[in-house]
């Protein structure tokens, strides 16, 4: 494949670095009949007005859950479709929605019908026509699948309890504490066996099971895949390849805390990239030095290939982490780390309520209900997260380009290029509490001597390229994204041969 070909691919092809918006459902979109929904939400449930926080509660051992697990603000489908300008205003591409399957808690990871959708959120035909809304803007709409394990009160596991026709489906018997096998040993989660041929075939196998059905019916564009890592590469590549039949140019991603090599190819499309988060919270907290994060992003890039990684969702925080204004407390952090997650190669997954500046610690505290009062122009969270977006969606190498990382002293650089010379960026990171001034080796021959690289998101610095060199001061605590102005007179320009 030619350098042309391969760039076209990946403009043509939406899994390629895409703006990923995450949304809780229940949590996103303020129901306009709060009061007329409580009939939803029977006891132990609870439902609570939209000004309120979520708190841990206690833990009630005839249930297996905990009272926060069951607390809920009523947010369902229909409202999140009424937001869908608000993502494609901010610059998002796809809307990812944490489950939706029928369950008890608020969370939907205890599904207890994966064909059905909670009665809180809405039905199939609420999904279908998100869908289509999604399609009509330009959006693309993925599900999150759980398909490790069920909720307790499943019918498929009350079945196999009783000795039923599923007992198979699940691990069930006396060498079990509980009595099943279950995920982490939380009671409400039973393990379902995948190594039984009939239950991959109603996940993802049939032509009418969960993964085709919903792909085919009601023409959702993917699948993230909650826990992945617990499927196994065997079991994925056989899901991965159900999915591509079914929809072609579907997408399967899967939360792996794990190195991406080894998930990617033909046994997902791509994963969570959360070795990348754990590089960037460690450079914006100072426990690693710019030198050292790029040596490990290089290794990275080296073992999973830009074609996997451009595929991978880098997460800053979602609805099993820390808020990022909580986990980085001070906005040159948080600068730093988004302007990283918008720069380096994949996709980038913005937890909802990000572009507000939301904060919340661990669970339940960062699935507070979305604040929308916050999320504006005008909020300085807002602005800076809105005009990096602007920058990434104006600069075609930070969607689909290449990466190489750059040697350096204090800083932390790399450029992102494509088969066009001149959307060639350079990123550079400087986390230290001094100014740093340093010459580097760009290692790109298409930026022509002399060319001047602005500053891409300021509008202001420049600095000049000589003979492949770039000399740059780059403030205390500043990311500074440049791009190259093309050195001309007022008919010559020595870009007029390069590709």
């Known amino acids: 494949m030619t350098s042309v070909a391969r760039f ?47 708190a841990r509660g206690s833990y009630l051992p005839e249930h297996g859950l905990w009272t926060h697990e069951l607390a809920f603000w009523g947010g369902d489908l229909r409202g999140a479709a009424t937001r869908l300008e608000h993502l494609v205003g901010l610059g998002a591409d796809v809307l990812y929605l944490n489950p939706i399957h029928r369950a008890w808690t608020n ?39 759980v398909f490790n394990h069920m909720g307790r009160r499943s019918a498929w596991f009350q079945d196999a309890l009783a000795g039923g026709a599923r007992r198979r489906w699940f691990f069930v018997g006396e060498e079990w504490r509980l009595g099943y096998r ?103 907290k100072g426990a690693l030095t710019g030198p050292q994060v790029a040596r490990h992003l290089g290794r990275l890039v080296e073992d999973a ?91 075609r190498a930070l969607r689909v380009g290449d990466v190489t990382l750059l040697d350096a002293d204090a800083l932390l650089a790399f450029t992102r290029t494509t088969d066009r010379a001149l959307d060639a960026t350079v990123v550079l990171v400087n986390p230290t509490a001094a100014p740093v001034t340093e010459t580097l080796l760009l290692r790109d021959p298409w930026l022509m001597n002399g060319t001047l690289l602005r500053d891409l998101v300021a509008g202001a610095t420049t600095f000049k390229v000589e003979s492949g060199l770039l000399t740059v001061t780059v403030p205390a605590r500043t990311a500074l994204v440049l791009g190259p102005d093309a050195p001309a007179t007022v008919e010559y320009s020595p870009y007029k041969r390069t590709p």
């Open 8 to 54: 076209q691919d990946r403009e043509a092809d939406w899994r390629v670095g895409p703006v990923v918006y995450q949304v809780l459902v229940d949590r996103f979109a303020p129901p306009a009949d709060l009061a007329a929904r409580r009939a939803l939400y029977p006891a132990p449930r609870t439902l609570h007005g939209w000004d309120e926080e979520p």
């Open 107 to 145: 969370h939907k990871y205890d599904a207890e019908d994966y064909f059905a959708v909670s009665p809180e959120f809405g039905d199939r035909a609420d999904v279908g026509a998100l869908a289509r809304a999604c399609h009509a803007r330009g959006l693309r709409l993925v599900l999150d699948g």
């Open 182 to 284: 279950a995920w982490f040993d939380v009671p409400n989660l039973p393990e379902l066996r995948l190594e039984e041929p009939a239950v991959r075939a109603r996940l993802w196998g049939d032509r009418d099971s969960v993964v085709q059905g919903y792909l085919r019916e009601e023409e959702v564009d993917g699948w993230r895949l909650d826990v992945a890592f617990d499927l196994g590469p065997e079991y994925l590549r056989e899901l991965t390849a159900a999915a591509h039949a079914a929809r072609p140019g579907s997408l399967v991603l899967g939360e792996a805390w794990n190195y991406p090599s080894g998930w990617l190819g033909d046994v997902m499309d791509g994963v969570l990239s959360f070795t990348a988060r754990s590089l960037i919270l460690g450079l914006c």
């Open 305 to 395: 290939g830009v074609e996997g990684l451009l595929r991978c969702w880098l997460v800053l925080d979602n609805h099993d982490t820390p808020r990022l204004a909580t986990s980085l407390p001070e906005a040159w952090q948080r600068a730093l780390a988004q302007t990283l997650q918008l720069t380096l190669p994949g996709a980038a997954q913005l937890y909802y309520g990000v572009e507000a500046g939301m904060e919340g610690g661990d669970d339940p505290e960062m699935r507070g209900p979305m604040r929308w009062e916050e999320a504006r122009p005008g909020n300085p969270e807002f602005d800076r997260l809105a005009a990096l977006l602007r920058v990434r969606r104006a600069r």
